[in-house]
């Protein structure tokens, strides 16, 4: 499955791949695999950039699946800032694992250093680039609490330029046939590249700059944080910022159904008044990083136990439910 | 084409080398940016810009003395002059015509402008870009570049 075995951005995932990824997920969670199935596989974590609960994340799943993580350590005292290319380093700690996960500052990292290894790579943030594996823990959330995955209407809001979780995301949602409503401030409305994407794969998008345009339609608000460094001045920041906070009062103008997510952490865009509703579902989108990790994980590792991508996929569908 | 174009015969016929013709008027600085031409240059080169055509109104012409163009040229050169053709000169006659084809990618000859790309940072690859209709796309940060091209040539 997967695009020459690696994960690295959300475009390359197909909509069966998904499909495969959050059956396994729900699988592994209704019926936790034994702690052997896994035994002396080992998960290398490169984190150029520190991701304390990413990395968790990924550490959790590799262990419950009864392998390990190897951790390169701290980014200060890696070689990378002893001068080493990554393309060095991933293929370094490539010879030790039997897959990577790579964290790293600059757009395209993990499509180059796919490019140097053959084991297994999974993008775990890439700059403003790409997040999948964030993405397929949002699917899954959504499947779980919005009654499946087709004909949603979902309501993207906060930094849309540079949140990189919201361009997998809208990316993914566009082969289930989603639509999507974003809503930002103009100046961190969506890039270009990602205007460019969507429109190639016919997505119906609307652009908004006031929530109540279109809250009252949305099955799903997917909400993420405005960084206050990407203002020149604190007062600018704080106009535009509090025109896209959401609290309990908020909600009261939703669907009753309508589920809110955030990639987390929150700031103060969604008071915690909406924590006690029925909307808010973060908490468990956060939890089902382990689950859905561990469905990746399992698939891959199947994959490269049978010699390659067109190996054990057939199998391993059918073999998780249905 | 069998479009007879008398203009060339404006700047001498050369012996051998290459003749780009039908680049869009006003292109031809791009054209000499991609080939690494500048005012440093001994290469023997005549210029013409905005010389009258029949299918583009005005075009311009780059001759060349005593160099052939290599693909990897050639393709960069279709980016910014879809229409172009080449024709290779050798002893006073057109050995070879033939018009641009736009590459599916182009390898190290664009550089990305996102500074906060992979592929600006020392690693040990070229740059690499999918060539649209309309432009190019880095194929590490997926930044597109549709105007200026030639501003981004890095050969
Ligand atoms: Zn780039």
Same mark, same amino acid.
């Given at each position: 499955?997967?695009?020459?075995?690696?994960?690295?951005?959300?475009?390359?995932?197909?909509?069966?791949?998904? %499909?495969?990824?959050?059956?396994?997920?729900?699988?592994?969670?209704?019926?936790?695999?034994?702690?052997?199935?896994?035994?002396?596989?080992?998960?290398?974590?490169?984190?150029?950039?520190?991701?304390?609960?990413?990395?968790?994340?990924?550490?959790?799943?590799?262990?419950?699946?009864?392998?390990?993580?190897?951790?390169?350590?701290?980014?200060?005292?890696?070689?990378?800032?002893?001068?080493?290319?990554?393309?060095?380093?991933?293929?370094?700690?490539?010879?030790?694992?039997?897959?990577?996960?790579?964290?790293?500052?600059? %757009?395209?990292?993990?499509?180059?250093?796919?490019?140097?290894?053959?084991?297994?790579?999974?993008?775990?943030?890439?700059?403003?680039?790409?997040?999948?594996?964030?993405?397929?823990?949002?699917?899954?959330?959504?499947?779980?609490?919005?009654?499946?995955?087709?004909?949603?209407?979902?309501?993207?809001?906060?930094?849309?330029?540079?949140?990189?979780?919201?361009?997998?995301?809208?990316?993914?949602?566009?082969?289930?046939?989603?639509?999507?409503?974003?809503?930002?401030? %103009?100046?961190?409305?969506?890039?270009?590249?990602?205007?460019?994407?969507?429109?190639?794969?016919?997505?119906?998008?609307?652009?908004?700059?006031?929530?109540?345009?279109?809250?009252?339609?949305?099955?799903?608000?997917?909400?993420?944080?405005?960084?206050?460094?990407?203002?020149?001045?604190?007062?600018?920041?704080?106009?535009?910022?509090?025109?896209?906070?959401?609290?309990?009062?908020?909600?009261?103008?939703?669907?009753?159904?309508?589920?809110?997510?955030?990639?987390?952490?929150?700031?103060?865009?969604?008071?915690?008044?909406?924590?006690?509703?029925?909307?808010?579902?973060?908490?468990?989108?956060?939890?089902?990083?382990?689950?859905?990790?561990?469905?990746?994980?399992?698939?891959?590792?199947?994959?490269?136990?049978?010699?390659?991508a067109a190996g054990a996929t057939d199998d391993s569908v059918n073999g998780g439910e249905r | 084409m069998s479009e007879?174009?008398?203009?060339?015969?404006?700047?001498?016929?050369?012996?051998?080398?290459?003749?780009?013709?039908?680049?869009?008027?006003?292109?031809?600085?791009?054209?000499?940016?991609?080939?690494?031409?500048?005012?440093?240059?001994?290469?023997?080169?005549?210029?013409?810009?905005?010389?009258?055509?029949?299918?583009?109104?005005?075009?311009?012409?780059?001759?060349?003395?005593?160099?052939?163009?290599?693909?990897?040229?050639?393709?960069?050169?279709?980016?910014?002059?879809?229409?172009?053709?080449?024709?290779?000169?050798?002893?006073?006659?057109?050995?070879?015509?033939?018009?641009?084809e736009r590459p599916d990618t182009v390898e190290g000859v664009l550089s990305c402008p996102n500074h906060d790309c992979?592929?600006?940072?020392?690693?040990?690859?070229?740059?690499?870009?999918?060539?649209?209709?309309?432009?190019?796309?880095?194929?590490?940060?997926?930044?597109?570049?549709?105007?200026?091209?030639?501003?981004?040539?890095?050969?």
């Amino acid at each position: 499955m997967l695009d020459r075995n690696h994960v690295i951005t959300a475009k390359n995932l197909s909509r069966a791949d998904i %499909e495969t990824v959050l059956d396994r997920a729900a699988a592994i969670e209704r019926d936790p695999p034994d702690r052997e199935r896994h035994a002396g596989r080992l998960l290398g974590l490169c984190f150029f950039e520190p991701s304390t609960r990413t990395r968790m994340s990924f550490e959790a799943a590799i262990k419950r699946l009864g392998g390990d993580a190897l951790d390169m350590g701290p980014v200060d005292s890696s070689s990378a800032t002893k001068g080493e290319s990554l393309a060095d380093t991933v293929r370094v700690i490539a010879g030790y694992a039997d897959a990577l996960v790579l964290r790293h500052p600059s %757009e395209g990292a993990a499509t180059m250093a796919s490019e140097f290894v053959d084991v297994p790579l999974l993008n775990a943030g890439d700059g403003a680039g790409q997040h999948p594996t964030q993405t397929l823990l949002d699917l899954y959330t959504m499947r779980e609490n919005a009654g499946g995955l087709t004909d949603l209407t979902v309501g993207i809001m906060g930094d849309l330029k540079y949140g990189r979780t919201v361009h997998s995301l809208a990316y993914a949602l566009t082969k289930f046939d989603a639509s999507q409503h974003f809503v930002s401030p %103009e100046s961190l409305r969506l890039p270009r590249s990602v205007r460019y994407d969507l429109h190639e794969a016919g997505a119906q998008v609307r652009e908004h700059d006031d929530l109540d345009e279109v809250l009252a339609e949305l099955d799903v608000l997917y909400v993420t944080r405005i960084q206050r460094e990407r203002f020149p001045d604190e007062s600018e920041y704080r106009a535009v910022a509090g025109e896209y906070r959401i609290d309990a009062a908020t909600m009261e103008r939703a669907r009753e159904e309508c589920v809110v997510m955030h990639p987390l952490p929150r700031v103060d865009e969604i008071a915690p008044d909406v924590d006690a509703t029925p909307h808010a579902k973060y908490f468990e989108q956060a939890h089902n990083g382990v689950p859905v990790r561990m469905a990746l994980l399992d698939l891959l590792l199947d994959d490269a136990d049978s010699g390659g991508a067109a190996g054990a996929t057939d199998d391993s569908v059918n073999g998780g439910e249905r | 084409m069998s479009e007879r174009d008398d203009h060339e015969l404006r700047v001498s016929k050369i012996q051998d080398g290459t003749v780009i013709d039908h680049i869009a008027g006003g292109h031809a600085p791009d054209v000499l940016a991609i080939l690494g031409i500048d005012s440093s240059t001994d290469e023997v080169v005549s210029v013409g810009m905005n010389v009258p055509s029949d299918r583009l109104g005005h075009k311009d012409v780059v001759k060349i003395e005593g160099r052939e163009l290599s693909q990897d040229e050639v393709d960069v050169i279709s980016l910014i002059a879809p229409a172009a053709s080449i024709n290779i000169i050798r002893e006073y006659g057109v050995a070879e015509k033939h018009r641009v084809e736009r590459p599916d990618t182009v390898e190290g000859v664009l550089s990305c402008p996102n500074h906060d790309c992979i592929s600006t940072e020392g690693e040990p690859v070229a740059s690499r870009f999918a060539v649209l209709d309309d432009g190019v796309r880095c194929a590490y940060c997926e930044t597109l570049i549709r105007e200026d091209l030639a501003e981004h040539i890095s050969v």
